[in-house]
């Protein structure tokens, strides 16, 4: 008897990389999984139904239960086949694991429309049509959402798309958890970075490297992106996610877990700082009298000017 026995995870993306790895631990600890993955390039397009039977292949040559989908997570209807599988076969929703995801990397003058609009299909639009349509059967007895946000969020040059939608799984985590937490379905984002993984294509390293090495932008903005030498595979990010669902981590709710090499860690939650008021409002005047500048300003370096910016 595991963790989780006889209860259901959905689990998106999950023929490959992170997804694999936690439909095994779910599966591990008694879930029966629905195995949802196109099995698609890691920029989208193609398509292979034997990359998500494999891992149920690989599930019930373990003893567990699960059964495979492959529809495209980029429309509403991906989503209504989803859940549509899982009560098809198992009767019920626990757990939702927003895994799916492509990445186009791209300077802004060289992304295209479609770039933009694929990348937020699936890693955002694609999350949501998930949630929109598994969320009435959560209610029924209460669960919990994991979903992949990515430290490309808090800015990756190259990578506007990527970075624009995987924000905006970490604002869409914050009102879901306000929305759904009355009826016990916790709702959380996890930022991770492991190796191997589906989205180690060489474009990504390139970026990375530009702007740490030439440009001298740490990946955060107080740390450099770093799992103090250390790079443990999927099957640490699947950990976080399953312990996510536990009844070990009930008081996190909204909240983001990032996860590098070795570290983990819970972000802060985002707060004001250098706070200045004006009882009668802004003017343009106002804002341009020395001390509100030297208040909202001094000592923070533009991190972000090049070697050859004037």
């Known amino acids: 008897m595991g963790q989780f026995s006889d209860r259901v995870a959905i689990i998106t993306g999950a023929g490959r ?9 779910f599966a591990a600890e008694g879930a029966k999984v629905v195995v949802n993955d196109l099995g698609g390039g890691p920029q989208g397009g ?15 040559a373990a003893g567990g239960t699960a059964v495979a989908e492959t529809s495209s997570m980029v429309s509403m209807a991906a989503g209504k086949a989803v859940v549509d599988c899982a009560m098809d076969h198992f009767g019920r929703i626990d757990f939702l694991i927003n895994n799916a ?45 994991v979903s992949m946000s990515s430290p490309s969020g808090f800015g990756h040059l190259g990578m506007v798309n990527y970075s624009a939608a995987k924000e905006g799984v970490v604002g869409m985590t914050r009102s879901l958890a306000r929305e759904l937490g009355e009826f016990g379905i916790r709702c959380n984002a996890v930022r991770p970075m492991s ?14 490297a530009y702007s740490t090495e030439t440009l001298g932008i740490p990946g955060l903005s107080n740390q450099w992106l770093s799992g103090h030498g250390l790079m443990p595979g999927p099957h640490s990010v699947a950990a976080v996610i399953a312990w996510l669902c536990s009844p070990l981590s009930e008081n996190l709710n909204g909240r983001e877990v990032y996860i590098v090499g070795g570290q983990v860690a819970l972000v802060q939650e985002p707060e004001l700082i250098r706070s200045q008021f004006a009882a009668e409002g802004w003017t343009w005047d106002r804002l341009n009298e020395p001390e509100v500048t030297r208040a909202l300003t001094y000592d923070v370096r533009n991190r972000y000017r090049g070697p050859g910016a004037g």
């Open 17 to 25: 990389g992170i997804g694999r790895d936690a439909a095994l631990l």
């Open 46 to 60: 193609g398509a292979d139904p034997a990359v998500a039977q494999a891992v149920v292949d690989e599930i019930l």
């Open 101 to 145: 995801g492509i990445i186009r990397p791209r300077r802004i003058t060289e992304m295209s429309e479609e770039d933009f609009d694929m990348v937020l299909a699936v890693n955002l639009k694609g999350y949501f049509a998930m949630v929109r349509a598994a969320a009435d059967y959560l209610k029924r007895q209460g669960g919990a959402i």
């Open 195 to 208: 190796h191997p993984t589906t989205m180690a294509i060489p474009e990504v390293f390139e970026t990375l």
